[in-house]
């Protein structure tokens, strides 16, 4: 399976970034799929997952209410919705699959990464 996250970019802070994560191979529906993010210097932190076998999306404490994680089964994609961006925000944001098909917050536990998109945050 291949992932690519895109939609990355520049905003202002305040402001809403869509990320989408396109998968290749595979259906997202026989996966738990994550979204993940490392800022500079900054160890790889997990956001947000959903699965079938789990439910609906979990967020981390630092992006609840804030950021939308949803299915697009059209294009077999799972999308980020980023709203009221921080500076504190900006960062390479990835996306991942876990074969198992349960959400863990645990980042090795992810078995197929997507390469990054930048998403920057002016303040």
């Known amino acids: 399976v291949q992932l690519q996250a895109s939609g990355g970019g520049l905003v202002q802070a305040g402001g809403s970034l869509r990320l989408s994560c396109a998968l290749s191979?595979?259906?997202?529906?026989?996966?738990?799929m994550g979204w993940f993010r490392q800022a500079a210097g900054k160890e790889r932190e997990w956001l947000s997952c959903t699965s079938l076998k789990d439910g609906g999306p979990k967020y981390a404490d630092s992006v609840e209410g804030r950021f939308t994680m949803f299915n697009d089964y059209a294009d077999n994609s799972v999308n980020l919705q980023m709203n009221n961006l921080k500076p504190e925000d900006a960062a390479v944001y990835y996306c991942?699959?876990?074969?198992?098909?349960?959400?863990?917050?645990?980042?090795?536990?992810?078995?197929?990464w997507g390469k990054g998109t930048l998403v920057t945050v002016s303040s």
């Open positions: 191979g595979r259906t997202f529906s026989d996966y738990a």
């Open positions: 991942a699959a876990e074969r198992t098909g349960y959400c863990t917050r645990v980042v090795p536990a992810y078995d197929y």
